[in-house]
């Protein structure tokens, strides 16, 4: 089974890549190194709610994506702290891996393995419910592929 984020919206969203036996001979691996941004005081609040009740704090963060930290939260350089021992570890993976997350730490990912400036990653697409396929020879650039996996989201949501 894939390694997956701990907080429960994340382990409960691929039940059925969780589930099957075709699955059986992944090991399913939780590292909290996954988990989505933590919002701090905001934890729990939508991107609109932030705006709408602290104008400020929004506008922080829309300046400055990539540094702005949530009040008693984290930011992205929290993010790609945290992942930099797991990154080690899935380098020396030669099998396959399939890693289920939330968009800002599967952007930094994203980032790292195509080989793009961190300081874009915020700004980098990443669709819900669709899995994104990388292959790498070892001497050139990461091969995508992105299968949608539906439903189909509004942007305002992603």
Not at 1 to 7: A, D, G, L
Not at 21 to 48: C, K
Request: glycine share 4%; charged share 25%.
């Amino acid at each position: 089974q894939p390694p997956t984020p701990t907080r429960p919206r994340a382990l409960d969203c691929p039940p059925f890549l969780l589930d099957p036996p075709q699955w059986m001979q992944m090991s399913h691996r939780v590292y909290r190194n996954l988990d989505e941004i933590f919002a701090g005081e905001y934890e729990g609040l939508t991107y609109e709610e932030v705006a709408e009740r602290h104008q400020d704090e929004a506008f922080l963060r829309k300046v400055d994506k990539i540094g702005y930290r949530y009040p008693r939260g984290e930011s992205y350089f929290d993010i790609i702290s945290r992942l930099d021992p797991l990154v080690h570890e899935l380098e020396s993976y030669r099998e396959p891996t399939l890693i289920v997350s939330h968009q800002a730490v599967l952007r930094i990912l994203y980032a790292y393995l195509m080989g793009y400036d961190r300081m874009h990653a915020p700004r980098i697409e990443i669709p819900l419910h669709t899995v994104i396929k990388l292959s790498y020879n070892g001497w050139s650039r990461c091969v995508e592929e992105r299968v949608h996996l539906g439903p189909e989201v509004p942007k305002t949501i992603q």
